[in-house]
Each structure stands twice: as C-alpha cells, then as structure tokens.
C-alpha cells in the first residue's frame, strides 16, 4: 500500500503564495509517478501538476502553468507544490496522488485526504 499525507494548505489573499507538500511512504514502484489534484465546491476533480520520481519530468494543467510548480524531494520521500499568483479560482481542497510509471493527468490509485486552499479576493 501506499500511504500519502498532504500539509501546508490555509488562507491566502489573491496574488500570494502557498506551499503545500505531500509526504509518501509505502511501495516504491507504485508510487513511480506523484500528482497534485484539486476540487472545488460544486466541481468535479481536476489534475493539477504531476511528476516522475526517476527523472524529475512534469507534467501541469493550462490553467497553473507558469505560476505553480511541483518538484520532489527524493532525501524526504516528499513532493511539493509551490503555488504563485493566486487567484480565488484557485479555492479548492488538493488532493495528493500517486500511480504507477505513466506521467499522466489521470490514472492515479493513491490518495492523500486533502488540504484545503482558499484564496480571498
């Protein structure tokens, strides 16, 4: 099994800055692959950023890329996710995930309980 925990969520105002990382332990191979998620009141679930373990490759939605950025800490067993530029459409709980091999914004079969963002106005 695999077991994910997610920390460093809270209140920001627009344009700010958050950090939140997500701790892993549990079966290396089926955690080859760690990916950031988010889910807003009244939405569906949606891929974040993702990123491979071996080699450090990435993978971001339109929406975040140029102000997010997810990298690992292979010491820690630990991947963050800086967020810059917040906009309030950016409130959301992010979930932690993880699947095997594939950089992929879907697949994932591991989850962390969420942290949640808000980002006033």
């Known amino acids: 099994q695999v077991q994910l925990v997610e920390s460093g969520g809270g209140l920001v105002q627009a344009g700010g800055s958050l950090r939140l990382s997500c701790a892993a332990s549990?079966?290396?191979?089926?955690?080859?692959?760690m990916g950031w998620f988010r889910q807003a009141p009244g939405k569906e679930r949606e891929f974040v950023a993702g990123?491979?373990?071996?080699?450090?490759?990435?993978l971001y939605a339109d929406s975040v890329k140029g102000r997010f950025t997810i990298s690992r800490d292979n010491a820690k067993n630990a991947v963050t996710l800086q967020m810059n530029s917040l906009k309030p459409e950016d409130t959301a709980v992010y979930y932690c995930?993880?699947?095997?091999?594939?950089?992929?914004?879907?697949?994932?079969?591991?989850w962390g309980q969420g942290t949640q963002v808000t980002v006033s106005s």
């Open positions: 995930a993880a699947r095997r091999w594939v950089l992929s914004s879907s697949g994932y079969d591991y």
């Open positions: 549990g079966r290396t191979f089926s955690r080859n692959v």
């Open positions: 990123i491979r373990w071996s080699d450090g490759s990435t």
